[in-house]
């Protein structure tokens, strides 16, 4: 079955620290990616998309990510966090002729220290 | 604020019991999409609507039903509610299909007692 996967459940970092969450997929297909950002008491929102072109994404706030099809992976990065990322980090494929699916991984909690 | 509401805010009921989520989507959106978030199961794709059609499933149980109408409020029925329906339930909105931009509300936290 296809699914989502996010390594890393809660994340500890120092500010200035740099940031990798690992997201990886499990569908052969064509797909669309997504990091969305949960704020503490807040919605989520899209933090970066990737759909097609130039493998490397740059989001909002000064977040990238890669895709790497041959990994199967979407890893989000920042060089350098501030305390106002504490948040929670999700990744999202959507599987393009999969009847327009989209599935969420579990998150990862990242808790910035100031 | 994202602009996709959701109505109520907090809900307490007891096993078996039926409850009725309300969404109203960002004005111009087509789609909705609810969605279902535990500790355990983390985010959890249940269904979407496009334009009144049924468009995607996901991991939603038969005791749970959804809609669209023709002004493109959606409503998430649940019912024979279990202790383990306890979660919070989000509601997105996308002008097209799931692989646009999704807006999410603010979500609808449920407990069941």
């Known amino acids: 079955a296809q699914s989502v996967s996010q390594h890393n459940h809660h994340v500890i970092l120092s500010e200035a620290a740099s940031l990798e969450l690992g997201c990886n997929y499990s569908y052969g297909g064509t797909v669309n990616l997504f990091w969305y950002v949960q704020y503490p008491g807040q919605h989520l929102q899209l933090l970066l998309k990737y759909f097609s072109g130039d493998p490397l994404v740059k989001g909002i706030k000064g977040f990238e990510a890669e895709f790497i099809k041959s990994k199967f992976s979407f890893n989000l990065r920042k060089p350098s966090v501030q305390w106002s990322d504490t948040a929670e980090y999700f990744c999202a494929v959507n599987l393009m002729n999969r009847d327009d699916k989209i599935i969420f991984g579990k998150g990862t909690r990242l808790h910035i220290l100031p | 604020d994202s602009g996709v509401t959701q109505t109520p805010k907090h809900l307490i009921t007891a096993t078996g019991q039926r409850v009725t989520l309300r969404c109203s989507p960002r004005s111009g959106d087509l789609s909705v999409y609810w969605y279902q978030q535990s500790l355990d199961q983390g985010l959890q794709f249940l269904i979407q609507y496009y334009n009144g059609e049924e468009r995607a499933k996901g991991n939603i149980l038969e005791r749970f039903s959804a809609q669209q109408f023709p002004d493109l409020h959606s409503e998430l029925n649940l019912s024979s509610l279990e202790l383990g329906d306890s979660a919070l339930y989000f509601c997105?909105?996308?002008?097209?299909?799931?692989?646009?931009?999704?807006?999410f509300g603010p979500g609808t936290r449920l407990l069941v007692l």
């Open positions: 997105a909105s996308s002008v097209g299909g799931a692989g646009e931009t999704q807006y």
